[in-house]
């Protein structure tokens, strides 16, 4: 295969990577295995994560919102720790004590993910100043939810980020729901990109199923980032199922369901190998089946995974490199003597 | 071979639920990620997915009866 002919096959791949992690995700929940029930699934979110993933470079740092897994699999996260991770066991990411909505790996550029709305996005504006400071040339990209978008936080980090020149990028991935409310009840402006580009970012709207393209135009807006211009990617996609795993949506038809899961970047980038013939049915099934082998070795490795000891709760709570403070009996014995 | 399903804990509260809906009728084939019922807890309302491909043999209860948690609600065959 040419490099051109690569891409598609290797997007593809990331993104069905993620949806079949995050069905396993939903497996291990219903066997019980999950470390509490807020297990917050990106299917149907897949192209967002897998383009900006792939235009990063190795270097690049990163936080995520609550539904975040899929940003981390993209970023090279390994499926086996992160679902130790979401199980609450020792082998998982952060030794089962983040769990899903707090799986960090600086080693990764994985700067935390956040499960405050909008909490990870001021994080990226420290890390690009202090990119920028140091040189190191490392992209920061904060991805969030459209609930963010209604979040002062938001417009201090781009305000921020444009005054300071910083290699940064926003990254907003628009499933059109902040929990169970619609984005046309949340909004007042839904055209987002004009909302950055008042920052002076430059932006960009994907709005379509088309993975290259939107893996081309995001690197253009990563790789000007890098050269001190920061940015702003607004990903529009659909949420295919409910806000958690315990969430059925009863706010939204099935009518409205049933239309928009057919919005799906994956078969839609199957669909495209297929008819520009870089892969036949049989070379995707083996994908397909290759992933879900991955994936089913990931469950149960956080299955089988041991539970901390109890004591593990008092450890990784303060940087043991850092010098003890002062206690006020020796600060009061200084002053007196 | 014949298995049983479960009525898993959907809630660290949740003690009993209700299968407010079979979604996969006696006879029918699933496949593994496919909705087979739909079960209300105290706080909310889940759709319970396969583990694996099957046949549905048996429903254990009715739609509507209040079940206990762990108590098996179906019996499938693996297909």
């Known amino acids: 295969m040419t490099q051109s002919n690569t891409l598609l096959p290797n997007l593809y791949t990331t993104?069905?990577?993620?949806?079949?992690?995050?069905?396993?995700?939903?497996?291990?929940?219903?066997?019980?295995?999950?470390?509490?029930?807020?297990?917050?699934?990106?299917?149907?979110?897949?192209?967002?994560?897998?383009?900006?993933?792939?235009?990063?470079?190795?270097?690049?740092?990163?936080?995520?919102?609550?539904?975040?897994?899929?940003?981390?699999?993209?970023?090279?996260?390994?499926?086996?720790k992160m679902m130790a991770e979401i199980a609450g066991k020792k082998d998982g990411y952060c030794k089962g004590k983040g769990g899903s909505m707090h799986i960090a790996d600086m080693k990764l550029g994985h700067l935390g993910a956040n499960a405050i709305v909008g909490g990870g996005i001021p994080t990226v504006v420290g890390a690009g100043l202090s990119s920028k400071y140091l040189e190191e040339d490392k992209v920061s990209v904060a991805f969030f939810g459209d609930g963010a978008m209604q979040q002062g936080?938001?417009?201090?980090?781009?305000?921020?980020?444009?005054?300071?020149?910083?290699?940064?990028?926003?990254?907003?991935?628009?499933?059109?729901?902040?929990?169970?409310?619609?984005?046309?009840?949340?909004?007042?402006?839904?055209?987002?990109?004009?909302?950055?580009?008042?920052?002076?970012?430059?932006?960009?709207?994907?709005?379509?199923?088309?993975?290259?393209?939107?893996?081309?135009?995001?690197?253009?807006?990563?790789?000007?980032?890098?050269?001190?211009?920061?940015?702003?990617?607004?990903?529009?996609?659909?949420?295919?199922?409910?806000?958690?795993?315990?969430?059925?949506?009863?706010?939204?038809?099935?009518?409205?369901?049933?239309?928009?899961?057919?919005?799906?970047?994956?078969?839609?980038?199957?669909?495209?190998?297929?008819?520009?013939?870089?892969?036949?049915?049989?070379e995707i099934k083996k994908i397909n089946e290759k992933i879900s082998i991955e994936m089913d070795e990931a469950m149960d490795f956080a299955i089988n995974s041991p539970l901390n000891n109890q004591k593990e709760i008092f450890t990784d709570v303060y940087d043991e490199s850092e010098p003890l403070p002062i206690s006020v009996e020796e600060r009061i014995n200084k002053i007196l003597s | 071979m014949e298995k049983k399903i479960s009525l898993p804990r959907l809630g660290e509260t949740m003690e009993t639920g209700t299968i407010t809906k079979w979604c996969i009728k006696v006879g029918e084939e699933f496949s593994r990620g496919q909705i087979i019922a739909e079960i209300e807890s105290d706080k909310t309302t889940v759709e319970l997915p396969a583990l694996e491909n099957g046949k549905l043999i048996k429903t254990l209860y009715q739609e509507g009866e209040e079940i206990e948690v762990g108590n098996d609600i179906a019996i499938f065959e693996t297909i």
């Not at chain 1, 921020?160 to 020149?165: D, F, G, P, T, V």
């Open chain 1, 15 to 80: 993104m069905k990577r993620i949806r079949t992690f995050e069905e396993r995700v939903g497996e291990l929940f219903i066997k019980g295995e999950t470390a509490g029930t807020m297990l917050h699934l990106s299917i149907g979110e897949e192209l967002g994560p897998t383009c900006l993933g792939a235009a990063m470079q190795k270097q690049d740092t990163f936080t995520t919102h609550h539904r975040g897994h899929g940003i981390f699999i993209a970023r090279g996260g390994d499926p086996k």
């Open chain 1, 153 to 282: 936080i938001l417009y201090e980090s781009m305000n921020m980020a444009s005054l300071w020149k910083l290699p940064v990028v926003f990254c907003c991935i628009n499933n059109q729901y902040g929990m169970g409310t619609k984005i046309d009840n949340a909004a007042g402006l839904k055209d987002f990109s004009k909302r950055a580009a008042s920052f002076g970012l430059n932006t960009l709207h994907i709005d379509d199923l088309d993975i290259e393209n939107a893996y081309v135009k995001s690197k253009e807006i990563i790789d000007k980032a890098r050269k001190f211009e920061p940015g702003f990617i607004e990903v529009e996609c659909y949420r295919f199922f409910g806000h958690a795993r315990m969430d059925k949506s009863p706010y939204r038809s099935e009518e409205e369901e049933i239309k928009m899961r057919k919005s799906d970047p994956i078969s839609y980038a199957s669909n495209q190998m297929l008819k520009n013939k870089i892969m036949n049915e049989d």
